[in-house]
């Protein structure tokens, strides 16, 4: 039996797998917002036409003061926010800002990066990069 593509949350939708996130951007039922900060979208990867909008920023991590705006700015009235992080721990906290700011959101499992594995590594055992689904490097 596979896992279920989206599991109802507390505080905002839901969360959804990567497979799923994909498949509604492609059909252009959500925006894709990767919360992670500048830094990680440079030296890691980025998703191609995700909104980069940081949740907290480095250094120091604060959160983002301009992140309401740019969230309303970037979410269309009656669409979806999908949000994507590292590893689906600050989407979660940017998924239920969101529902506070009365946007249907949800948090992407796994994020970007996946969990660490048995060597403290990420990106072997899960994540958007992982699962194959489209990503780039600068």
């Known amino acids: 039996m596979t896992a279920p593509e989206f599991l109802p949350a507390d505080g905002y939708a839901g ?7 994909a498949r ?12 992670r900060s ?8 980025y ?4 909104v980069p909008l940081a949740w907290k ?12 705006e740019g969230l309303r700015a970037a979410v269309p009235a009656g669409q979806k926010a999908l949000l994507l992080c590292r590893s689906g721990v600050r989407s ?9 700011l009365g946007i249907e959101a949800y948090n992407i499992l796994e994020g970007f990066e996946g969990n660490p594995d048995e060597n403290g590594q990420r990106g072997h055992t899960g994540g958007w990069r992982h699962r194959g689904l489209p990503w780039k490097q600068n």
């Open 57 to 68: 920023q480095w250094p120091g991590m604060a959160l983002n003061a301009g992140f309401d």
């Open 15 to 21: 969360d959804i797998t990567p497979a799923q996130a």
């Open 24 to 35: 509604w951007v492609a059909s252009g039922d959500a925006v894709l917002v990767d919360v």
């Open 38 to 45: 500048d830094a990680e979208r440079e030296w890691v990867g």
């Open 47 to 50: 998703v191609p036409g995700a």
């Open 92 to 100: 979660i906290a940017a998924a239920r800002r969101a529902t506070e």
